[in-house]
Structure formats: structure tokens, C-alpha cells
């Protein structure tokens, strides 16, 4: 089935990155309905079978998560929630199996990754459970679950998805024009990005490309040294730390180093980032 027949529904929180994907599936697809949270799946799919909608050979359902920046706020969450969110994730996958559903999407993050040992990441490689990136963790463990009620689930594990309303790239930003240096780890690691409007652009891609996990950056991987220097260049003065262990050598999202090279989506399917790379575009914002 190509792209432009495909009839899908979206569900994730109200995001930047959710608005550009309902844009994309928009007018390129189908698009059903736009969920903010994965519960209101089941009614929304009586909703359109009461009205006369027919499915034609299945719905997809696309998830879309993003990583949320460190702090209290995050870590709350996730003691409070993660437990009903994956059960929230779980429940939604397997009522769209069983309104036939034949393919789930899962936008995930390269945050989840654990550090590289100095070799480029693979989809196989081992990953991490943090509050940071719990919605990721709980959607992808719900896409295993479609796969085993013999569904096919694709999950695109995006780079840091630049963009300018994006949380993190927003506070990263905001500190770099106050001077201060927000990400703050080993300047020898390694940080796989892409630029929000090429990580929406894959999801038509991903309703056709066979099932599997798939990286999904700009293709060219920078160290925190580099990135910071570039945002220095652009500013004209050096910026200081802040000393914040979130967004330093602790920090789970840029603590580790993530080195990705991988272009196995991109040969699979012909996308090819437009914003390469997308540190420059980090840049322009300042």
C-alpha cells in the first residue's frame, strides 16, 4: 500500500514535532484523527466506525513521542506516571490490532541509547531507562507488543529533533544568548541530530518501509566541543557552565556519547535530510 492510501491516526502530547507530522500525514494521507494521549484511541475508533467510516485494509497508527528536558518536572513524571503511561501505550496497541490495525509508527529518540564505547550505534545497541525519555521507552515496548499480536510496527529512532520551538533546543538557546553553556558534558561526545522538519518528512516513508527499528539523523553526528564552538563562533564570546549535572557529564541526555552513522532508513526508503547538517540550523536560531 503506498503513502497516499494509507489511513492513519495520530497520538502524542500537543509538540511541535506532533503538529509538523498531522501536517505531513495531512496531505499526504489519510488522517483519521490527532489523539493527545494514547487512552483516547478506542474511543475515537468507535467514533469513526458508528459514523460509517470503513477501514480500507486497516488503519495505521502512528505514536509520537519526544524527549523532555531535564529537571524536576521530568523526573516527576516519571515516578508518578510511567507506570500508567505504558499500560496506557499497551492498552492502545492492542485495540487497534484488534480493529485491524496492520501497521504501528513509533517516533522514538537516539536519547534512549546508552553510551557508544566509541563504535558508531546500532538499532541493536543497548539503551537506557530514564525519566527523560520514559513516553519513548513505554511507546516502543507497546509497538513489541503489536508485533507479537502479528502486526507491523515501525520505530524511528530520531536524532535530536532541532527545531525552534522544540523544549530542549529552546533552553539550549535561550542559555547560549545569556552567555551560559548549556550542555556541559565531555566535549568528546558524540550528539546525533536532525532537524525537526526532516524527522516529520520520514514519517510518510515509514508507513511503507518494511518493519523494523531505524535510525534517523542528519547523517553527520557532532561532538558537544564542536556544537559549542559553533555557537560560540556565532555569538562572538566564549559561554560559561552553569554546572546543571542534568545537562552535563550525568546527565542522561547528553551524558552519553552517541555516534550514529547508520543510513539504513535512508537507503531503504530515498529520504535524505534537507538541513544538513543540523547544527547549523542550531546556529541560525541564535
Known sequence: MSAAAARVVLIGEPTPLRAAVA?????????????DTPARLAPALSSVASSGGAWLSGPTVVFVTVPRPPGLAARLR???????????????????????????????????YDDDPGLPLQPGSPTLKAAETAPAAAAEQ????????????VVLRLGWTCGREEAITRQVVSAARRGWRLIDGDPAAWIAMVAETDAARAVLPALTVPPGTYNVTDGAPVTQGMLNARLETTLGRDLHTLDDPGWGYDGTLFGPSRKITDATFA????????????????????
Open 23 to 35: 501536517q505531513r500525514l495531512h496531505t499526504a494521507a489519510a488522517l483519521l484523527a490527532c489523539l
Open 78 to 112: 516519571h515516578r508518578f506516571r510511567t507506570t500508567a503511561l505504558a499500560g496506557d501505550f499497551e492498552q492502545a496497541a492492542m485495540n487497534a490490532r484488534e480493529r485491524g490495525a496492520a501497521r504501528l509508527v513509533m517516533l522514538s529518540t537516539v536519547f534512549r
Open 142 to 153: 507497546a509497538a513489541r507488543l503489536f508485533t507479537s499480536l502479528g502486526g507491523d510496527a
Open 267 to 286: 537507503d531503504l526508503t530515498g529520504w535524505r535530510p534537507h538541513a544538513t547538517p543540523a547544527v547549523e540550523g542550531l546556529a541560525v536560531m541564535l
